[in-house]
T-cell receptor, first 109, second 114 residues
Framework: GQNIDQPTEMTATEGAIVQINCTYQTSGFNGLFWYQQHAGEAPTFLSYNVLDGLEEKGRFSSFLSRSKGYSYLLLKELQMKDSASYLCAVRDSNYQLIWGAGTKLIIKP | ETGVTQTPRHLVMGMTNKKSLKCEQHLGHNAMYWYKQSAKKPLELMFVYSLEERVENNSVPSRFSPECPNSSHLFLHLHTLQPEDSALYLC?????????????FGPGTRLTVL
């Protein structure tokens, strides 16, 4: 079966750095997405990786290793507004998105 | 504002009721999706309309039926639901084919079935 694994919850301190990991086992691979979802709101797109390596976008970076079935989302200079759930999703060979259950990130002052 | 709107935002219904959820996208996309989001579970893809073709998830009970009259509007018709159907129902849209094909989500309808 297809599976996306990510930690259920993480806690970090304001101003620090946090890395949220995602491992996947899917039938084929056509890209990996990270979304942010604040409580009670819609998920919003953060990043897309289809080739190995690091994609940087401001305070957020996303890394992909296709051979390891692994990605991480790196958040720097954490702010209180970064408290949210972070969803990892992989597009499979049928171009359907397979979603992880999300990682709830709690930022403490 | 994401360009995808959903109504109603909250819905409470009994198991014998019939209701419909509405989604509208103002982004000019050609694909629309219905997802179910339950607490601490992955997003479950329910239905996809892409390039005017419907792709159906076989595990979706028949008490849920989608309707896509055009590329901008999507409905989810509900009838004789069960309490376990209580969840957040999210609509999304995207442009296909596209390299990134990011999906834009609406704010969701919080459904409670009594």
């Amino acid at each position: 079966g297809q599976n996306i694994d990510q930690p259920t919850e993480m806690t970090a301190t304001e101003g620090a750095i946090v890395q949220i990991n995602c491992t996947y086992q899917t039938s084929g691979f056509n890209g990996l997405f990270w979304y942010q979802q604040h409580a009670g709101e819609a998920p919003t797109f953060l990043s897309y990786n289809v080739l190995d390596g690091l994609e940087e976008k401001g305070r957020f970076s996303s890394f992909l290793s296709r051979s390891k079935g692994y990605s991480y989302l790196l958040l720097k200079e954490l702010q209180m507004k970064d408290s949210a759930s972070y969803l990892c999703a992989v597009r499979d060979s049928n171009y359907q998105l397979i979603w992880g259950a999300g990682t709830k990130l709690i930022i403490k002052p | 504002e994401t360009g995808v709107t959903q109504t109603p935002r909250h819905l409470v219904m009994g198991m014998t009721n019939k209701k419909s959820l509405k989604c509208e996208q103002h982004l000019g996309h050609n694909a629309m999706y219905w997802y179910k989001q339950s607490a601490k579970k992955p997003l479950e893809l329910m239905f996809v309309y892409s390039l005017e073709e419907r792709v159906e998830n076989n595990s979706v009970p028949s008490r849920f039926s989608p309707e896509c009259p055009n590329s901008s509007h999507l409905f989810l018709h509900l009838h004789t639901l069960q309490p376990e159907d209580s969840a957040l129902y999210l609509c999304a849209s995207s442009q296909v084919p596209a390299s990134a094909d990011e999906q834009f989500f609406g704010p969701g309808t919080r459904l409670t079935v009594l």
